[in-house]
Structure formats: C-alpha cells, structure tokens
C-alpha cells in the first residue's frame, strides 16, 4: 500500500493517542470509501480547496529517496500529480514513476509548482530530483531530463499556484489568543452568563472557562460544571459558537451577569459609552463587539419577528442532538440581530437564552416533518401534535421563511453523500472530535454517526455548523482525533 507521509506543521504536540485514518485511506485506494470535501464546510480553512486541489493538479514535495545523502539542510523535490482527495489528504503520485503516496495538503513539504526555481535559483536550499524508480535512467543528463519533464508534463497543465501558499500562510493567523477574556452563557444555567478567558486555542476552536479569579462565588468541581476553570477542565467552542459573547454583552441586554464588583462596574461603563455612540472604554484583554460583530440585519425584515413566533429547534442546550423542538421567540436583545428563545412548556422561560437570528439551531415550521425528523412537542402536551392545530390554539405566527438561515445551493448540498468520512465534534462533550460518518440527510440537517457507537449517540448536525470538519483537520492542528469505539 502507499506509504503515509506525516504532517509537516508547527503546531501543537500531537497526542500519541491520536486516531489515525491510516487503514480507511489504505481502503479508500481499493474501493471508493468516500470522504467529505473540505470546500463543503463553512468557513473551512480553505472554503475553495477542492478548486486548488483536485485531481491531476501537480504541485511540488520533497523527494525522500537521498535525504541520506543531504547535509546541511540541502532537500531533494520532485513533481507529484494527485490521484484522489480525502479531505485534506490526498494520494498522490510523482511524475513520470508509479510511485504513490498519501499526503496532507497542508504540510510545509507542499509547494506551489515553481516555487523551488523561484524561491531557490541557486538552488543553496533546494533542487529538483527524480525519484530513485527512475533516476538510473536519466543520470546522465539529469537537468535535460527535469526540464522535458516540466515542458512535457506539467507546462500547461493545472498545477498548483501559489495563490495556495497565501492561503495556507493565512491560516496560522489565529484571531484570539489565550488569556483574552469575554462573556459565556453557563452551560448549567441558561439565564445566567459568567466571564470566562481563552485558555487555549486551536484554529478557530478555543478552550474557554470560568476562572476562579473572575468568579464571585466558588467553583463548583468539573463533574458538575463543564465550565469551570480547573487544571483538567476542558470545553472547546468554535469562535462563532452560540455560547459566547463580548464582554459588555450581559449590562447591554440586562441579562443575569455573574460577576465581581470591578467587573459589573467596568461592564456597565462600557454599555453606557455604546447608549451614547461613545468610544466603549475595554480593557486590553476584553474581546470586544467588534471582535466578534455579525452582519447587520436589514431593519425592515427584523421589524416582521415578534414576540410569540413559533419555529423548531435543535436544543444546543441538550445531552442528545437528535431531535428537534416546538420554540418560540420570547424577547429581543439590544444587540442587533439578538433574541431570547426558548422551548415551549411551562419551563420555556427558565430554560430560555440569547442567540443571534443567524445560527445553525433554528428551523421553520414543518421542517421535521418535511424531512422525516421527529418533533419533540412542549413538556406536558397531550395527543397528537399537530402545527396548525397548535397555532390555532395558541393564536401564534410562525416565524416568517425568509428570517432563517439561507437555503445552502443545491451544487454545495450535493457535496454532503451517506456514507462520508469526516471528524466531527461531539456537541455533548465539545471537547472531543471524533471520526464519524454521514449515516442520513433532512434537508440542510445531517445525521452523524460516531463511528463504533451505537445509534443513540447519533447527532444531528446543521451543514453550516463548525463542528463538523473535513478528515486531516485534527492532525493539521494537533488535536487529539478520538479513536472509534470498538
């Protein structure tokens, strides 16, 4: 079988418990195991990857056959064509050989086509080699040879550009950094928000927690609170997840802020500055408005959400993910584009929270049903729930159609297949990514099963949602990938 190169990347220290995808790309080169493309993911690391990689496109990478023979930091390259993209690896062959190899596209040995002339004329540092599979027919006259293969094989023929490059390089711009500190819904209890700081930060997942030194009253222990800052507590959020805000967040809206004096008081002088169209006076740690703003919404299509609107929800508050539920809008923020929902019963206040209308959780009216997913009804309904009997009786609006989250075009929907590897974060315990495939599509809903578990543990995943990633993100970060249940 091809042999698997490892990841060149500064990163973090990978675990050495780490899943390997080793034995399902072996497999992928005798049958067609499908992988999910990495352009299918919003706000992917690269969102036109698969317009720079795709099959046939040369690019060069380091020729290993004389590392042997190298000092001093001279390295051997060569030509390779790709064969087949797995997410961010891909199998690839060198030029003119039939010699094959697994690779990720986002290893530093991963060139653009010319950019060892380019970057090395002299060649001090670099120089083009044919594999050892052919060089004792060409040794000869090596040059000639290097030069009809670029004429013959590659001139004219896509290649990678260094438009990659510039991508690439862009990714390790990280936009925050550890010790920053912001705003956090508790996990706990969804009427209160705490402040929290970055810990950790991970491509645009952070670990974010409650710090003692910020907290007005002591920690509860990790097996109680998820969020608690602690040597072994863990929760990873992507840096557009519904549980974060800026700080000043809680004093504009007059949500519940669980804090110390100093801070309330610094909060308070921060949304008195907004009220005014003043300058807000943040300290330089506070990740602010700006840092984490979203898309204006037109005042005209915010003015038809009301009160009362009914629409159907996947709780992200919830310890399962496989359904969704009858909700409504029960406030709005200060902050534009910002609502309190929560799920209809008699606890839908107490369990109510602030989310932005452009999120990954709210659906219409009869999606469910439309896409053969179960509706959990309000606790304590009794018979058959039924939409227009419900509205009916609660003399209530669905939220319009055009408030939701646009519908995704059907070119980028047709990239989500059963059957597609991907890793994916479990929304129960957000610190674990884990290797998973689609096992059903609803619309713009997909069913993740974590590969070895049961089907209980299934989680519905909206197309748009963060926590789903391409195969290869995990190792590109260092990020321990979970191995399959067995």
Same mark, same amino acid.
């Given at each position: 079988?091809?042999?698997?190169?490892?990841?060149?990347?500064?990163?973090?220290?990978?675990?050495?418990?780490?899943?390997?995808?080793?034995?399902?790309?072996?497999?992928?080169?005798? /049958? @067609?195991?499908?992988?999910?493309?990495?352009?299918?993911?919003?706000?992917?690391?690269?969102?036109?990857?698969?317009?720079?990689?795709?099959?046939?496109?040369?690019?060069?990478?380091?020729?290993?056959?004389?590392?042997?023979?190298?000092?001093?930091? %001279?390295?051997? /390259?060569?030509?390779?064509?790709?064969?087949?993209?797995?997410?961010?690896?891909?199998?690839?062959?060198?030029? +003119?050989?039939?010699?094959?190899?697994?690779?990720?596209?986002?290893?530093?040995?991963?060139?653009?086509?010319?950019?060892?002339?380019?970057? @090395?004329?002299?060649?001090?540092?670099?120089?083009?080699?044919?594999?050892?599979?052919?060089?004792?027919?060409?040794?000869?006259?090596?040059?000639? *040879?290097? $030069?009809?293969?670029?004429?013959?094989?590659?001139?004219?023929?896509?290649?990678?550009?260094?438009?990659?490059?510039?991508?690439? @390089?862009?990714?390790?711009?990280?936009? *925050?950094?550890? +010790?920053?500190?912001?705003?956090?819904?508790?996990?706990?209890?969804? $009427?209160?928000?705490?402040?929290?700081?970055? $810990?950790?930060?991970? +491509?645009?997942?952070?670990?974010?927690?409650?710090? $003692?030194?910020?907290?007005?009253?002591?920690?509860?222990?990790?097996?109680?609170?998820?969020?608690?800052?602690?040597?072994?507590?863990?929760?990873?959020?992507?840096?557009?997840?519904?549980?974060?805000?800026?700080?000043?967040?809680?004093?504009?809206?007059?949500?519940?802020?669980?804090?110390?004096?100093?801070?309330?008081?610094?909060?308070?002088?921060?949304?008195?500055?907004?009220?005014? +169209?003043?300058?807000?006076?943040?300290?330089?740690?506070?990740?602010?408005?700006?840092?984490?703003? /979203?898309?204006?919404?037109?005042?005209?299509?915010?003015?038809?959400?009301?009160?009362?609107?009914?629409?159907?929800?996947?709780?992200?508050?919830?310890?399962?993910?496989?359904?969704?539920?009858?909700?409504?809008?029960?406030?709005?923020?200060?902050?534009?584009?910002? %609502?309190?929902?929560?799920?209809?019963?008699?606890?839908?206040?107490?369990?109510?929270?602030?989310?932005?209308?452009?999120?990954?959780?709210?659906?219409?009216?009869?999606?469910?049903?439309? =896409?053969?997913?179960?509706?959990?009804?309000?606790?304590?309904?009794?018979?058959?729930?039924?939409?227009?009997?419900?509205?009916?009786?609660?003399?209530?609006?669905?939220?319009?159609?055009?408030?939701?989250?646009?519908?995704?075009?059907?070119? /980028?929907?047709?990239?989500?297949?059963?059957?597609?590897?991907?890793?994916?974060?479990?929304?129960?315990?957000?610190?674990?990514?884990?290797?998973?495939?689609?096992?059903?599509?609803?619309?713009?809903?997909?069913?993740?099963?974590?590969?070895?578990?049961?089907?209980?543990?299934?989680?519905? =995943?909206?197309?748009?949602?963060? @926590?789903?990633?391409?195969?290869?993100?995990?190792?590109?970060?260092?990020?321990?990938?979970?191995?399959?249940?067995?």
């Amino acid at each position: 079988m091809s042999e698997i190169i490892p990841i060149v990347q500064k990163s973090r220290k990978s675990d050495k418990n780490t899943y390997k995808w080793d034995k399902l790309l072996h497999e992928c080169e005798k /049958r @067609d195991a499908t992988f999910l493309s990495v352009d299918a993911v919003r706000n992917s690391l690269l969102e036109n990857f698969d317009e720079l990689v795709e099959n046939g496109v040369a690019f060069e990478f380091k020729n290993r056959d004389f590392d042997e023979h190298l000092e001093g930091g %001279l390295e051997a /390259r060569w030509f390779a064509k790709i064969i087949k993209a797995c997410g961010y690896r891909v199998l690839a062959e060198f030029v +003119g050989t039939d010699d094959r190899f697994w690779v990720h596209m986002l290893s530093k040995e991963v060139h653009y086509f010319g950019y060892t002339s380019e970057t @090395d004329p002299k060649n001090e540092k670099s120089f083009y080699m044919v594999p050892k599979s052919i060089a004792l027919d060409n040794e000869e006259d090596i040059d000639t *040879f290097v $030069q009809n293969t670029i004429n013959e094989s590659l001139i004219g023929k896509p290649c990678l550009s260094s438009t990659f490059k510039k991508e690439v @390089d862009q990714i390790s711009v990280q936009k *925050f950094r550890p +010790g920053q500190r912001l705003e956090l819904l508790s996990y706990n209890n969804s $009427q209160e928000i705490r402040v929290a700081r970055v $810990q950790e930060v991970c +491509g645009r997942r952070m670990n974010v927690l409650v710090d $003692q030194k910020d907290y007005p009253r002591e920690l509860e222990e990790p097996d109680d609170d998820r969020q608690a800052g602690n040597p072994d507590a863990q929760f990873w959020i992507d840096q557009g997840s519904f549980f974060i805000f800026p700080v000043g967040f809680a004093a504009v809206n007059d949500y519940t802020l669980i804090a110390k004096k100093d801070y309330v008081e610094h909060t308070s002088k921060i949304a008195r500055a907004i009220s005014k +169209g003043e300058e807000p006076p943040y300290h330089e740690n506070d990740i602010t408005f700006e840092m984490l703003a /979203r898309e204006p919404i037109d005042a005209e299509k915010w003015s038809k959400l009301e009160v009362g609107q009914k629409f159907e929800l996947l709780d992200p508050l919830s310890q399962q993910f496989k359904d969704l539920h009858v909700a409504s809008i029960l406030s709005f923020c200060q902050t534009n584009g910002y %609502l309190i929902i929560g799920m209809d019963g008699p606890q839908a206040m107490e369990e109510s929270f602030p989310i932005h209308v452009d999120n990954v959780c709210m659906f219409p009216v009869g999606y469910a049903e439309k =896409y053969g997913l179960t509706l959990a009804p309000p606790d304590n309904f009794k018979g058959d729930f039924n939409w227009e009997e419900y509205l009916r009786k609660e003399n209530a609006m669905a939220i319009p159609l055009d408030m939701f989250r646009p519908w995704p075009e059907q070119e /980028r929907m047709n990239k989500f297949e059963v059957g597609m590897h991907l890793e994916a974060a479990d929304m129960c315990e957000n610190q674990l990514i884990c290797p998973a495939t689609i096992k059903s599509i609803h619309g713009r809903l997909i069913n993740v099963n974590f590969d070895g578990w049961d089907e209980e543990y299934d989680e519905l =995943y909206d197309i748009d949602s963060h @926590d789903i990633l391409p195969v290869g993100w995990c190792e590109f970060y260092g990020y321990k990938l979970q191995k399959p249940k067995t």
